[in-house]
C-alpha cells in the first residue's frame, strides 16, 4: 500500500488513542481509597520522575522511526541491538497478553452495574454452566469480536479508540462539573477537611503508614501511566508524524497527569474519607461506584430532594460511571489489540515466522497474528474459567510473573535512550535531550525509580514470606526473556543458512 494512504491518522484521533490507552478514571478512586489527599503528591512525583521524561523519550524514537511500522521492537533495535530488542520485545508483548486475559473480567463488572447499579456478575448463569464458565465464554467471544473489528482497518480501531476517549474525558468533565455545583453549594466546604501539611502528605489508611507502603504506592502510580508507549506503533501512519507524535505524546502527558491530580482532590469535595470507606464491602474493585454513587446522593440531599429522589440520583451516578469506564475499556481493548502485536510481529525480521504470520490483509493489518494473539487469549481464559484448581492456580502463576515483566520493558526503553541518541546513523528530527549529559541523568533518575519499584516488590514478598511468590515473580521476566533470546537465536540460525 502507498505511503500517503498509509497516513491516515490525525493529531485528535492519536491523542484521543493515547488518552484512551493510558488514562484510568478508576486510577483515581483507587489513589483516594490509598493514600486521600496524599495520592496527589505521589502522582505528580510518578508524573515528573516517569511519565513525563519517558514520554519526552518516547517522543524522541517515535519522531527518529516514523517510518518503521515495529515500534517499540524498533526501537530497541536501533538502541540496543536485535538480541536485545527480541528479549526486551517480548517480555513487554506477553506482559500486554497477560494483561488482557487479567482485566477482560472488569467489562463484566462495569455492564453489570450499568444495568443493575451493582455488581451482578457471581449470579450470572447459562444452564449448568457456573458463573465463572459463563462469564469465561462470553469474555472468549467478546475478544473474538474486537479481533475480528479490528483487522478490519486502523480507522476502525481508531474511531472505536476514540469512542473510549471521549467516553473517559466526558466521565473527567461530568464528574468535575458535579464535584464543582457540590462545593458551591456548599460554600466551598470540602467533605474532607484539608490539615496542611499532614493532608498530603499523610494516608489516612492505617496500613499505609510505613516507608516501604508509601514507594509502594508510587509503585502504583508510576503504573497508572503505563501504556503511552504503545502507541508509538502508529508514529508510522500518522499525518506529518515528525511534528504530530511528539506534539500527541506532549499533550497526553499533560493532560493526563494533570486529570490525575484534579480528580483525587475533587472526590475530597464530596466523600469523607472516614465516613464513606468504613462501610462494609468498599474494596479496590468497587471504589469507583462507591464514590460516584456517594456525588450523586450528597448533591440529592444538598438540593433537598426527597429520600426516594437522592436515592434515584445516587444509582444514576453509579450507573454513569461505570456506563462511562465500560465505553473507555471496551475502547482501550480495541487498542491493545492491535498495538502490541503489530509492533512485535512487524518489527521482527520476516524470515523468523511462518510466511503468513506477519502478512498484512487488504486492511493494511497483521490479521494472522492478531488472530493468533486471539487463539492464545481465548486459551489462557478457558484454563481460568474451566480448569479445576490446578488451572486457576496456572492463571495466579500467569499473573505473578506478570509483576516485574510489566516492568522491565520500560527499563529496557529507558535504558536504550543514551544508545539510540548516540547512533550517527539516524536522523533525529525532534530533539528535547540535546546534551549527553542531560540523557544520562534523565535516564539514570527514572531506571533508578523503576529499579525501586521491582525492589519493593520483591522486598515485600520476602518480609511476607512468600518465597514462591518472589521466585515466580523473579522466573516470569527470566522466562519470557529466554523465549525472546531463543526466538533470537531461531532467527540467526535461519539467516547463516539462508547465506
Not at 46 to 63: K, N, Q, R, Y
Amino acid at each position: 500500500m502507498p505511503i500517503s494512504k498509509k497516513k491516515q491518522l490525525t493529531l485528535l484521533s492519536v491523542l484521543l488513542m493515547i488518552f484512551t490507552s493510558t488514562f484510568a478514571f478508576d486510577n483515581t478512586s483507587i489513589a483516594y481509597y490509598t493514600m486521600g489527599y496524599a495520592g496527589i503528591i505521589w502522582y505528580i512525583l510518578a508524573a515528573l520522575l516517569f511519565f513525563v521524561p519517558s514520554t519526552l523519550m518516547f517522543a524522541e524514537f517515535g519522531a527518529a522511526l516514523h517510518e518503521q511500522p515495529g515500534g517499540v521492537f524498533a526501537w530497541l533495535e536501533n538502541s540496543l541491538g536485535l538480541k536485545w530488542a527480541f528479549i526486551g520485545g517480548f517480555i513487554w508483548i506477553a506482559s500486554w497478553v497477560i494483561l488482557i486475559v487479567s482485566t477482560v473480567s472488569k467489562i463484566w463488572i462495569m455492564l453489570s452495574t450499568t444495568i443493575s447499579g451493582s455488581d451482578q456478575t457471581g449470579s450470572w448463569r447459562l444452564g449448568n454452566l457456573t458463573s465463572t464458565q459463563f462469564i469465561g465464554i462470553i469474555s472468549i467471544l467478546f475478544f473474538v469480536l474486537v479481533t475480528a473489528i479490528a483487522t478490519r482497518g486502523l480507522k476502525k480501531v481508531a474511531h472505536l479508540a476514540a469512542i473510549g476517549g471521549i467516553a473517559a474525558a466526558v466521565l473527567t468533565v461530568f464528574f468535575c462539573l458535579a464535584s464543582l455545583v457540590l462545593l458551591a453549594k456548599n460554600g466551598f466546604h470540602l467533605a474532607e477537611p484539608v490539615k496542611l501539611p499532614q493532608t498530603f502528605i499523610k494516608s489516612p489508611r492505617v496500613g499505609y503508614q510505613s516507608t516501604s507502603q508509601m514507594i509502594s504506592f508510587l509503585i502504583f502510580a508510576v503504573y497508572a501511566y503505563a501504556g503511552i508507549e504503545a502507541i508509538g506503533g502508529v508514529s508510522d501512519q500518522m499525518k506529518n508524524a515528525k511534528k504530530n507524535f511528539p506534539l500527541a505524546l506532549g499533550l497526553g502527558a499533560l493532560l493526563i497527569s494533570s486529570a490525575y491530580a484534579v480528580i483525587i482532590f475533587l472526590w475530597g469535595a464530596s466523600a469523607n474519607w472516614q465516613e464513606v470507606f468504613h462501610r462494609s464491602g468498599v474494596n479496590l474493585g468497587n471504589t469507583t461506584y462507591v464514590l460516584m454513587s456517594n456525588l450523586g446522593y450528597q448533591l440529592g440531599h444538598q438540593f433537598n430532594l426527597t429520600p426516594k429522589a437522592t436515592q434515584s440520583l445516587s444509582f444514576f451516578f453509579a450507573r454513569f460511571g461505570s456506563l462511562a469506564m465500560l465505553l473507555s475499556y471496551l475502547g482501550s481493548f480495541f487498542v491493545i489489540v492491535y498495538m502490541p502485536i503489530k509492533s512485535f510481529i512487524l518489527g521482527t525480521p520476516k524470515k523468523l515466522w511462518p510466511k503468513a504470520l506477519p502478512k498484512l490483509n487488504r486492511y493494511n493489518m497483521p490479521a494472522n497474528a492478531m488472530w493468533w494473539q486471539a487463539l492464545i487469549v481465548a486459551c489462557l481464559i478457558g484454563l481460568t474459567s474451566f480448569g479445576n484448581k490446578s488451572a486457576t492456580a496456572f492463571y495466579n502463576i500467569l499473573t505473578l510473573m506478570d509483576n516485574l515483566s510489566s516492568t522491565l520493558p520500560y527499563l529496557f526503553l529507558v535504558t536504550a535512550f543514551p544508545f539510540f541518541k548516540a547512533n550517527q546513523q539516524l536522523s533525529k528530527p525532534f530533539e528535547l535531550f540535546h546534551r549527553k549529559s542531560s540523557s544520562w541523568a534523565v535516564v539514570i533518575l527514572v531506571d533508578c525509580l523503576l529499579l525501586l519499584g521491582v525492589g519493593s516488590t520483591m522486598y515485600s514478598a520476602v518480609v511476607a514470606q512468600n518465597y514462591m511468590d518472589l521466585f515466580l515473580e523473579l522466573v516470569g521476566p527470566v522466562l519470557f526473556g529466554i523465549i525472546g533470546y531463543a526466538l533470537y537465536l531461531l532467527y540467526s540460525r535461519r539467516r547463516q543458512n539462508s547465506i
